[in-house]
């Protein structure tokens, strides 16, 4: 079995147009060998065509362990990912990705789960949903879509072992099949755990409507795609100090500090650019950083000893890092 922690080589099994906008990729180890263990709600980096990188959570059952399944949406508005693996990434191709990741795990001991999922925030569910159905523990998967056409999963959904639990809610369809968040959410359950992914507008309408009816924050997990965009308009510059070796780096009111430390000659791993993955995840020796990411919880924030380099910034005149492995 494969079992490499750095990049690795797969190659493009399948390609199927789900919908029109939205593709679905298999991908096989290209040595023939089983690939590295995932667990549900896990996700892999991608290497794509013009040195991006972007995370993709593995959609297929954790069971397998002869291929990993992505689903990708082709987002206009993305920052050039998703266009690359819709018109540059064919089948056969040969991909680098990284062994799966997850920062978004089931729960532990949950006597039952709420999936609701948003678009293509369906992704990490499904692999929850098989995990959840594989260990017999009882869940709902709630599949929000603007209509029936762009509900690329739902025709897989309809054949799985666990289809009676599955509750498809269209936009445009009848009002008594669309979701119903505060009766969903309307009366907390111990030791049942709520999770969200999807547009980041539908994220916070059913955080804020678990919240209001009394869900404690343990209780409740999420994950975003997109982050909202943060204006800059109030940003000053600041310096970095680099705790290895002493080396200070000025990042500039409209440069990000990734951006500065690579001008720097100073590479910092990096995938979402926008704070959700965690990748670039740095320690904070000194100083107090401003969290503009949506990774850490708000107690991890408050610590400030860690913070996202891709995206947030510092309201001390240095930052004192350190680079190495977290």
């Known amino acids: 079995m494969l079992n490499n922690t750095e990049f690795f080589t797969v190659r493009v099994a399948a390609k199927l147009a789900l919908t029109p906008e939205i593709a679905q990729f298999e991908l096989v180890a290209t040595s023939g060998q089983t690939l590295p263990p995932f667990a549900a709600g896990a996700h892999i980096e991608v290497q794509l065509p013009g040195g991006l990188q972007r995370s993709y959570s593995l959609c297929n059952a954790p069971s397998e362990n002869h291929r990993y399944q992505l689903g990708v949406l082709h987002d206009t508005n993305s920052r050039g990912g998703s266009q690359a ?6 089948l056969g191709d040969v991909l680098h990705i990284s062994a799966p990741r997850n920062h978004f795990p089931l729960a532990a001991r949950a006597r039952r789960s709420l999936l609701l999922a948003g678009g293509i925030g369906i992704t990490p569910m499904l692999s929850m949903a098989w995990q959840l159905a594989a260990d017999a523990v009882p869940f709902e998967l709630h599949y929000c879509t603007r209509s029936s056409a762009q509900a690329a999963f739902a025709p897989m959904l309809e054949q799985t072992p666990y289809r009676e639990r599955v509750h498809l809610h269209v936009d445009d369809g009848a009002a008594a ?3 119903n968040l505060a009766a ?5 359950e111990t030791d049942v755990h709520v999770y969200v992914c999807g547009p980041q507008g539908f994220i916070n309408a059913v955080m804020t409507t678990a919240r ?3 869900w404690l924050e343990s209780q409740l997990h999420m994950e975003l795609f997109n982050a909202e965009v943060i204006s800059a308009e109030e940003d000053a510059a600041f310096e ?10 000025k990042v500039a009111a409209q440069q990000t500090v990734v951006q500065a430390l690579a001008l720097a000659g100073i590479d910092v791993q990096i995938s979402c650019e926008q704070g959700i993955c965690g990748t670039c995840l740095t320690r904070v020796v000194s100083g107090t950083p401003v969290h503009r990411d949506q990774y850490l919880t708000p107690e991890e924030q408050a610590a400030n000893d860690q913070f996202t380099p891709c995206c947030s910034r510092a309201s001390s005149a240095r930052l004192v890092i350190d680079l190495g492995p977290i």
């Open 85 to 90: 693996m819709h018109t540059q990434v064919a």
């Open 177 to 179: 099949q669309k979701i």
């Open 184 to 188: 969903l959410l309307n009366t907390p």
């Open 212 to 214: 209001a009816a009394g």
């Open 240 to 249: 970095v100090e680099i705790a290895s070796s002493g080396q200070v780096v």
